[in-house]
């Protein structure tokens, strides 16, 4: 694997005819990361690659079948999400902040067949940025603030089960937004600066979806307008992730008391 490292580090800098005194400026770089403990930090710039060819691996090159991609999990999963058949409403405060979204899609399979009663674990982050059921401590190394101090544990997170025709509804807000935890004077800070990336992730919603005789997907909903999907500093986007909503007023037909959003999303797994 050394090797391998090698021989690709020696074509950037063959590539981009790096001099030596632009590579003992990256050396004084990491160096000034070590020093302030920020290596474990830093890890977040190549952690979804890693994941990518071992817990992502049974969903590799989805352009081959069609596959739903794959995304990391993240530390802001917690197991034992309320169960609720579809169509539901993802538990959530009677004033719960946010523009209320309706997500609906079809789970179904590589080969087009639809999958009856396929669950779907959802979790995000609430409007104000915050994740139910966790505290900073849980994020660690990276020290992404996050206060649940009042909020209910299971505050939009729970588990849905699709019909019997595959189709699944849940309703939800729109999610706010999750930080890196970066210092803003720090030599991590400057280098994320300097490649003009956010230190903040783009608007998301986690799923797990699994169904009988498929390989279970994990994967994250991105949202059509948001900046961000262009300038991750965890790596790019996919585009087929990244969805439309669709903006609608008549929301008392709804029993709702505002303006709210709809998406779709189909997710497509693989057989076993």
């Known amino acids: 694997m050394f090797a391998d490292l090698r021989r690709a580090v020696d074509d950037v800098i063959l590539k981009h005819q790096v001099t030596l005194d632009e590579l003992l400026a990256a050396i004084d770089w990491l160096q000034q990361v070590a020093e302030a403990g920020e290596l474990p930090s830093a890890s977040i710039l190549f952690y979804k690659t890693v994941l990518k060819g071992t817990a992502g691996a049974p969903y590799?090159?989805?352009?081959?079948?069609?596959?739903?991609?794959?995304?990391m999990e993240g530390p802001a999963h917690r197991p034992g999400a309320p169960v609720r058949q579809s169509p539901?409403?993802?538990p959530m405060r009677p004033d719960e902040p946010g523009e209320p979204l309706i997500v609906s899609g079809t789970v179904?399979?590589?080969t087009g067949s639809p999958l009856p009663g396929a669950a779907l674990e959802i979790w995000q982050i609430d409007a104000n940025n915050v994740y139910s059921g966790m505290d900073t401590?849980?994020?660690?190394?990276?020290?992404?603030?996050?206060d649940a101090t009042g909020i209910p544990p299971g505050n939009l997170r729970a588990r849905i089960i699709a019909d019997?025709?595959?189709?699944?509804?849940?309703r939800t807000v729109m999610p706010g937004l999750e930080t890196f935890g970066i210092p803003a004077?720090?030599?991590?800070?400057?280098?994320?600066?300097?490649?003009?990336?956010?230190?903040?992730r783009p608007r998301h919603i986690h799923s797990i979806v699994t169904?009988?005789?498929?390989?279970?997907?994990?994967?994250?909903?991105?949202?059509?307008?948001?900046p961000l999907v262009e300038s991750t500093i965890e790596g790019t986007v996919p585009a087929e992730a990244v969805k439309t909503t669709t903006r609608h007023e008549d929301h008392h037909a709804r029993g709702l008391d505002q303006p709210y959003r709809t998406l779709t999303y189909d997710f497509v797994l693989r057989p076993v």
């Open 137 to 146: 401590s849980d994020f660690a190394p990276l020290n992404i603030p996050n």
């Open 108 to 110: 179904r399979t590589t």
């Open 164 to 170: 019997s025709d595959g189709h699944y509804e849940f």
């Open 211 to 226: 169904a009988e005789g498929c390989l279970p997907l994990t994967t994250q909903i991105y949202f059509d307008g948001d």
């Open 60 to 71: 590799a090159h989805p352009e081959k079948d069609g596959a739903s991609h794959w995304e």
């Open 88 to 90: 539901a409403v993802l």
């Open 185 to 200: 004077e720090s030599p991590l800070a400057t280098l994320t600066q300097a490649l003009r990336l956010e230190g903040t």
